[in-house]
């Protein structure tokens, strides 16, 4: 069932006439900055007066929604929700609390210094366990960000990292964690990610090791509409996952 409902939507956004294509969050003519390069947020911020909503599909029937809005130049403000189970004919268990995203720019990006951004993130990804009150993936929590970007004979790279202080774990295992990664343009439409979290502040009950590599790619269906293919977890780390973990993302953003 969970699979169907995939393959319909990977339909539906493939049957949009050409005439239609344009920037979305993608490619090198990109009418908004990325958020996150796969899991963990960038410096990147949508513009004063516009508002997104997010859905990520995930294993096990799993699905997360978001929306956040910017209602002041470099800030933004959103909810999140969603569990394991919703797809499918299991019993679904949603998160006990909505997700809270604040994020405020501080420093915008020039010609020699990257952007910097503070923010929370309360959501974690994957799958939901009720006995642990967490997802498989904790929230990034409290954050520091850095994007800078460069344009090279084969299109625009962007350069992200950051730390992090989410406060899922037990207060045991708790850290501050690290994370870095890339996102290369491919024409005008195309962008694929690379993301590497330590995850440091994760303890054995969810992963065998530390350490997640994560791919993404992103195709800007419209001045609007973003689609991406997720392959989370190349180390294989995961005590649940048998293989590359693959999620689909669907954005939307506009104006208020």
């Known amino acids: 069932m969970k699979n169907i409902t995939i393959y319909y939507i990977i339909l539906i956004i493939l049957s949009i006439p050409l005439t239609t294509l344009a920037n979305g969050s993608a490619g090198e003519d990109a009418t908004y900055e990325s958020r996150r390069i796969v899991d963990m947020p960038t410096a990147g911020i949508?513009?004063?007066?516009?508002?997104?909503?997010?859905?990520?599909?995930?294993?096990?029937?799993?699905?997360?929604?978001?929306?956040?809005?910017?209602?002041?130049?470099?800030?933004?403000?959103?909810?999140?929700?969603?569990?394991?189970?919703?797809?499918?004919?299991?019993?679904?268990?949603?998160?006990?609390?909505?997700?809270?995203?604040?994020?405020?720019?501080?420093?915008?990006?020039?010609?020699?210094?990257?952007?910097?951004?503070?923010?929370?993130?309360?959501q974690g990804l994957g799958l939901y366990d009720k006995s642990q009150e967490r997802y498989q993936?904790?929230?990034?929590g409290f954050y520091l960000a850095s994007s800078k970007s460069f344009k090279w004979p084969v299109g625009l790279i962007y350069l992200h990292a950051g730390i992090n202080y989410s406060l899922e774990p037990k207060p045991d295992d708790r850290s501050i964690n690290f994370y870095l990664g890339a996102e290369q343009t491919i024409y005008k439409r195309i962008s694929i990610s690379a993301e590497f979290n330590a995850n440091l502040e994760d303890n054995t009950f969810f992963m065998e090791n530390k350490g997640l590599l994560n791919f993404q790619a992103k195709w800007a269906a419209s001045d609007d509409l973003t689609?991406?293919?997720?392959?989370?977890?190349?180390?294989?780390?995961?005590?649940?996952?048998?293989?590359?973990?693959?999620?689909?993302?669907?954005?939307?953003?506009?104006k208020f």
């Open 137 to 140: 993936t904790t929230s990034p």
């Open 46 to 122: 949508i513009p004063k007066g516009t508002f997104e909503v997010n859905a990520f599909l995930m294993q096990s029937g799993g699905m997360m929604t978001e929306f956040a809005a910017s209602p002041f130049n470099n800030f933004l403000i959103g909810v999140s929700f969603g569990g394991s189970n919703i797809i499918g004919v299991s019993t679904p268990r949603f998160q006990d609390f909505p997700g809270l995203q604040i994020k405020f720019r501080v420093l915008d990006e020039t010609k020699t210094i990257p952007a910097f951004a503070i923010g929370l993130n309360s």
């Open 227 to 254: 689609v991406a293919l997720m392959f989370r977890d190349v180390f294989a780390n995961f005590r649940a996952s048998e293989s590359l973990v693959r999620f689909v993302g669907i954005e939307y953003i506009s």
